[in-house]
Every structure is written in C-alpha cells, then in structure tokens.
C-alpha cells in the first residue's frame, strides 16, 4: 500500500469509535469504563447474593476474579464479564435450606457445575465447532438469546414500577446519550454510567436517596470467605441438584459467545482490521466459564455465568476491550474489601436500576434476533420454525410461573433450562429423522440458500 493509501485507512480507522478486545484504551479511559461494566453488573449480581444467602462481599470479589482469570484463559481474546446467574437461585436456595444441606454444601454443586462445563468445553475442543452447531444451532442459540433478555422483562419492570417518572428518566436519558454520543470520544461510551448518574441525581434531589448506610459502613472490610463441605453426607445430593443446570447456561454461554462476535467482527470490518471470529473459541470459552463457576463455589458465591447485561452494554458502548474487563475485575474486587463504595452503589434506587435494566435486558433479546439474522436462519423452513416457537413459549411462558419455574407433576423445572433442552432436543429429533441430507447440512443449521425442491428442506 502506498503511503497516501496508508494515510487514507488510518484517518478512516481514525472517524471509528470502538474499542478490539486486544485494545487497550488510556488510563482514565479504562478505570470508568470499567467502573460503567460493574455498575452494569452489580445489581444482578448482588441480588442474587442476596437471594441465595451468599455474602455479598464475596460473591462481587469472586465475580470480578473470575471475569480476570476469564480474560487471562484466554489470553485477551474474550470480552465477556461473570456474575451470579439467576438460573441457580432455586436449586442453590434449595440446598442451602435443606435439612442435609447448607450454603458450604451448596458450594459443592457449584464447583460441580463448573467442572461438567469445563468437560462440555473440552468435548468442544476435541470434537471441533461444527459438531457443536448441528446440536446448537443459531435457531437455538438465538432463540435462548431472546428468551434470556425478554424473561428478564418483568424484573426491569418491577424495579422500574417503584417511581416510573425517575426510572423513565433514566431510560430516555441513556437512549438518548447511547444514539447521540456515539462516536464522540470518551463520552460516547458512557451512556449507562450517564444515564444511572442523572437518574441518581435527580432521585436523590427529590430525596429518594439515603447515605446513611454509607455513613455507618465502615472504610474496609473482610469478605467472608468460605470453603466448600466436600465431605458432608449432603455432598453428592447437591452436584445432583445443582450441576444438571448447566443445561440452560451452557446455550446461554454459546449465544452470548455468539453475539458479541457478531458485533466485535462488524467494528473490526469498520476499522478495516481482519475479523477476530472469537465464535470459533466456544470450547475454551465454555472451559472458562466451567473455570469462573469453580472460583465462586471456592471462595463462597453461587454459580456464575458471563452477563448479557455487559454484553448489551458493549454493544452500545463499542467497547469490547478485555482490558477495560480486567479493570472492571479490579474495581469489583475492591468493592469486595471496601465497603464504604459498595455500601454507595448500593445506595442506587432500585427504580433507577430499572430504568437501565429496561434497556439493557431488551438489547439482550435484540442481539438474538441480530444473531439470527446475522447467521441467516430460514424462518421460513418450518424445522427452524418450530425450534425457536418451542424455546420462545417455554422459556418466556414458562418464567410467569413461580420463580421462574414450571410445575410438572411433582417437580418443578427452571424455565430457561427446559426451554433450551427442548429446543436441543426438537433439534436433534429433525437431525435423526432427515439422516444426511442436503450434503449433511442440518435442519436447524444456518444458511438462507435455497435447496432443490428434491432436497425437501421447505
């Protein structure tokens, strides 16, 4: 290339906005892009610390842990961060009451979880990605996409209902500075931490806001760590309740895997850079998330999985550096030890919360769809069809239950879950029953090429 070429690509590079995963933005650039990704995180990750009975200190420690040695695995390749996963509450609540069990029991099925996805991933690895695409094709990694962010519809609106005026705001507010922002530098990667900072502000102008547990908090504190009870005779009865819901969160793991290498792969095409592909990391990245799941059931944290919330943020932000992860890392782990700034976050309303989670949970379902699209799945096949029907009324119908779960005889079984294996194994029945055909291409798989009328694909 000559050099006025040359010139040329690099003042187009130059009008890109966007962070690579291997990019690494200045300092000040990385701490409040990093502070925005835990600001993303937290509520989720704290509630379900609260819920589970696990020490909140800890489980933000473990989060921002295993969203470090995450990136390390992969040696900065993957831009996902790992908090608690709402899909464990009920198996993870349930031992921890139970009459042989406890939270250090509990912790047993977490470590266990994380070990039957480091085995899935290392299957992965062994066997190649498109054997993993005919059992988890993009009709099912979307589909498990769009359940995850549209069954999370009802919590942003529960926390949003507690003053729809501020948690409106909010959401006006970090629309507007994500759509208007955008490629203007620094602040144009900041609309959620804009927008919860004016929606902070303007509830605690109208008194919404109480500091005094900041106040009272004292500066440092040690999280109470935890080991889990390996040898307690309630042991092997927590793997068995616990582990098998890495059934839902392995798909959710691969469509979030998915989406963000749509995205990284559309600003990297931008920046005239070669696409980095990261989808074909899916064994290593189920292997780390196996690895994260193993650092929360260690140190005393309910299983985790990596966030859609910060997947959407990235998204709208173009910011997919893992640096900014790693940062993201060190600030929840400080915010495990110092309590005065977890007791000041914790002091964000709820409703402004719900206001960022109104968005940030729809873009969740948007980049299913996207993902969808972007593979070309044939909604017009009725195969394809029938898999994403079955998995959208499981798993969204199946969420307004209790809990999130589905009563069936005497058991009751995790929404998401249920509609992810019956979306694998819908899958899987149209593999058995079609054999090899169309030159082996599966039934669910992705291509919008249409085959001869003898191939019977329509």
């Known amino acids: 290339m000559t050099p006025r070429g040359l010139a040329v690509v690099q003042a187009n590079r130059g009008r890109v906005m966007g962070y690579l995963p291997q990019d690494r933005p200045p300092l000040g650039a990385l701490v409040s892009l990093g502070f925005q990704h835990v600001l993303t995180m937290f509520p989720a990750t704290v509630l379900v610390a609260i819920l589970t009975g696990f020490d909140v200190g800890v489980t933000l420690f473990a989060s921002g842990l295993a969203t470090i040695v995450a990136v ?34 509990a912790q047993v099925g977490v470590v266990a979880t994380g070990v039957v996805n480091g085995i899935v991933g290392w299957l992965i690895q062994r066997a190649g990605k498109a ?16 359940v995850i962010g549209i069954a999370l519809a009802k919590t942003a609106m529960d926390m949003a209902s507690k003053h729809w005026g501020i948690a409106l705001a909010t959401l006006v507010l970090t629309i507007l500075f994500s759509v208007y922002l955008q490629g203007r530098g620094l602040w144009g990667m900041l609309p959620v931490l804009l927008g919860a900072a004016c929606g902070y502000a303007l509830a605690a102008a109208m008194g919404y806001v109480d500091l005094t547990p900041v106040r009272e908090a004292p500066w440092f504190a ?9 040898t307690a005779p309630g042991a092997w009865q927590a793997v068995l309740a616990i582990a098998p819901v890495a059934i839902a969160t392995i798909p959710e793991s691969t469509a979030h895997l998915y989406q963000i290498s749509l995205y990284v792969d559309r600003l990297a095409e931008e920046m005239q850079r070669p696409p980095l592909r990261i989808k074909e990391l899916i064994g290593l990245n189920l292997v780390l998330d196996g690895l994260a799941d193993v650092v929360h059931g260690l140190l005393g944290a309910s299983s985790g999985t990596n966030y859609g919330e910060n997947n959407s943020l990235m998204a709208i932000t173009r910011n997919y ?30 409703f402004v919360t719900g206001g960022l989670a109104i968005y940030l949970f729809g873009v969740i379902g948007m980049q299913g769809i996207a993902l969808m699209m972007a593979e070309r ?82």
């Open 222 to 230: 040690v999280p109470r760590f935890q080991l889990p009870a390996f």
């Open 131 to 146: 054997r993993l695409d005919r059992i988890l094709p993009p009709a099912v990694t979307g589909a498990v996409a769009v």
């Open 72 to 105: 390390l695995g992969s040696r900065g390749r993957i831009p996902l961060y790992y908090g608690g996963s709402f899909a464990y509450i009920a198996p993870v609540k349930t031992v921890a009451d139970a009459s042989w069990g406890g939270l250090q029991v």
């Open 321 to 350: 550096s893992t640096a900014v992860l790693v940062a993201a890392g060190v600030i929840a782990m400080a915010l495990g030890f110092f309590s005065k700034l977890a007791a000041l976050v914790a002091t964000i309303p709820e």
């Open 377 to 458: 799945v044939n909604l017009f096949d009725p195969r394809q069809l029938a898999i994403g029907a079955v998995i959208l009324v499981i798993g969204i119908g199946g969420n307004a239950f209790e809990g999130g779960n589905i009563p069936v005889g005497g058991v009751r079984l995790p929404a998401i879950a249920t509609a992810a294996v019956a979306g694998i194994l819908l899958n899987l029945l149209f593999l058995a029953l079609d054999g090899r055909r169309a030159g082996g291409r599966g039934p669910a798989g992705a291509s919008s090429r249409p085959a001869p009328a003898s191939a019977g694909d329509d």
